[in-house]
Structures are given as C-alpha cells and as structure tokens.
C-alpha cells in the first residue's frame, strides 16, 4: 500500500522567501507528525496533530512556522521570510491513534536549502 | 532537560558479531512507549523495534532485540549477527501519555558501522 508522501522532494528558496511543504499521511492514520532533522542531527519535533483535536504546535520554533490539516488528511507546513537556520530535512510522519504501540511511518523527507 | 541519551556517536562492529547501541530516558509517566528506527544513508525512517512500559518481556524483532531495564531507564538495542546492511544511524525515540499517539522525543542517534 502508498506509504507518507511529502512534496517536494528537494527544495531551495532565497532568504526570506515564503515556503510550503506537503505531506500526505497513510490513508486512515488519524495522528500527522511534522519533524525537523539538521544534518547529522535528531529529530526535532515541531507540530502533531490528532483528529480534530486542536494541535500540539509547541515545537514550532518560532511564528515564522505554521501548520495545518485539511480535512484530517493533507498536511502543509509553512516556513515565512526564510531564514538560512531553517535549512534542514523536513519529515512528515503518520501513525494510528488509539495505542503507544502504534509506530510513526516516516515520509522520504523534503530537504529544504535556504540561500 | 534531555529526555533521550543516546552516549555512543559512533560504533563499530564487525559482520557477524553482535552489538549493543545504548538508550537512557527520562519522564515522570508511568505509560510510556519507546521505539527504535533505523536511518539508512538514503534517508528514510525505518521502525526497528517497539517496548511499553508496562511490559513484561523485552521486545524482540527477529535480530533485533530491546534490552529494557526500567528502574534503570534504559533501552538498549541489540543487534544480532550484524550484517553489512545493518549500517547506519539508529535513533531510540520514546512517546509519553496513555493511549493516545502523541509526540516522540528522539535521541541524537548513533551511526552504526559494520565491517566485513
């Protein structure tokens, strides 16, 4: 079956430009996770949403970041006036809810350049 | 604070040997679920192994097996009979709560490298 899907795959932008990243979740995943991973690095969580719960945004680095979900599906992470530290790999990941157990499946990733 | 350690940067080990890559926590819930994934040099997050905090038994994978001693807080992997595909970074992740899914905090990772 269709794994996590993240759009685009490589993305380089000028400093202070706006940027849009997409995810498509695994059909029927209800939780969507939005990490951050700098080279060589962790994970950095930024935003997780679950159902139509409000989300858990207390990742985000700064306003500059936002998140949303439409639909319970399709998530789109927005990085405004990009800033050179927001360069990174930028993973969606999606799991059941409902159990612990239930692992996160990770999307390829969007690897984002600012210039 | 940190809530996952992960102390080893790098390890070696040689094809066929085992090896054990260290994971300490931190949390003051008693629910919580730690996991192990696997990030190949391609990129992609691959679930290794899962272990709740209330079960009995360590988890096992096939080679992989999670050694959890809870009053120490720790969660260590095992790796059995390493293979060359087995390189690569590892991250021990865990997901405090009850039975919702919410956030994971992840470790640093460890790069893992097999020799032949």
């Known amino acids: 079956g269709a794994g996590v899907s993240q759009s685009p795959s490589n993305k380089v932008t000028e400093k202070g430009k706006d940027v849009e990243l997409r995810c498509d979740p695994i059909?029927?995943?209800?939780?969507l996770y939005w990490y951050r991973q700098s080279l060589g690095q962790g994970l950095e969580f930024l935003i997780y949403?679950?159902?139509?719960?409000?989300?858990?945004k207390s990742g985000l680095p700064s306003d500059r970041f936002s998140a949303e979900r439409t639909g319970g599906s399709v998530s789109t992470l927005t990085i405004q006036r990009t800033q050179q530290e927001d360069s990174a790999v930028y993973l969606c990941?999606?799991?059941?809810?409902?159990?612990?157990?239930?692992?996160?499946?990770f999307g390829p990733g969007t690897r984002l350049t600012v210039t | 604070a940190q809530k996952i350690t992960q102390t080893q940067p790098g390890m070696f080990v040689q094809e066929k040997e085992a090896v054990t890559l260290d994971c300490t926590y931190d949390?003051?819930?008693?629910?919580?679920?730690l996991f192990w994934y696997k990030q190949p040099s391609s990129g992609e997050m691959i679930f290794l192994i899962y272990?709740?905090?209330?079960?009995?038994q360590n988890a096992t994978e096939g080679r992989y097996s999670l050694n959890f001693q809870k009053a120490r807080k720790s969660a260590n992997l095992v790796i059995s009979a390493s293979q060359l595909g087995d390189s690569a970074m590892y991250f021990c992740?865990?997901?405090?709560?009850?039975?919702?899914?919410?956030?994971?905090?992840f470790g640093d990772g460890t790069t893992l490298t097999v020799k032949p």
């Open positions: 949403f679950q159902g139509n719960s409000a989300p858990d």
């Open positions: 992740a865990m997901r405090e709560g009850n039975t919702n899914a919410g956030k994971s905090t």
């Open positions: 059909s029927g995943h209800t939780a």
């Open positions: 272990q709740g905090s209330y079960d009995q």
């Open positions: 949390t003051s819930d008693p629910s919580y679920g």
């Open positions: 990941a999606s799991s059941q809810a409902g159990s612990l157990s239930y692992e996160q499946y």
